[in-house]
């Protein structure tokens, strides 16, 4: 997402927000408001976001990248 890589981070969460507001079934929307909150240091916040991401049937490589966000969720917790 645009916002998410200028580092508008809260540009992009407003948006995001109104997205899962208006599709509240579609996990994209889900992932990458769990990557926000990521970068913003709100781990728990993301990874509830990550999981309902999951839950809606996010796959291929979406899927992935949720993998991979949950992993470094875990990590970062860790340090």
Not at 36 to 46: D, F, I, K
Not at 51 to 79: C, M, P, R, T, Y
Request: aromatic content about 8%; cysteine-free; hydrophobic content about 35%.
């Amino acid at each position: 997402m645009k916002k998410i890589k200028e580092g508008n981070l809260e540009g992009a969460k407003r948006l995001l927000e109104r997205a899962v507001r208006i599709t509240p079934r579609y996990p994209d929307s889900y992932y990458y408001l769990a990557k926000v909150n990521y970068l913003e240091g709100r781990y728990a916040q993301a990874r509830s976001l990550a999981k309902k991401s999951l839950s809606l049937g996010a796959e291929g490589n979406l899927l992935d990248n949720i993998l991979v966000l949950v992993n470094d969720i875990h990590d970062s917790e860790q340090q």
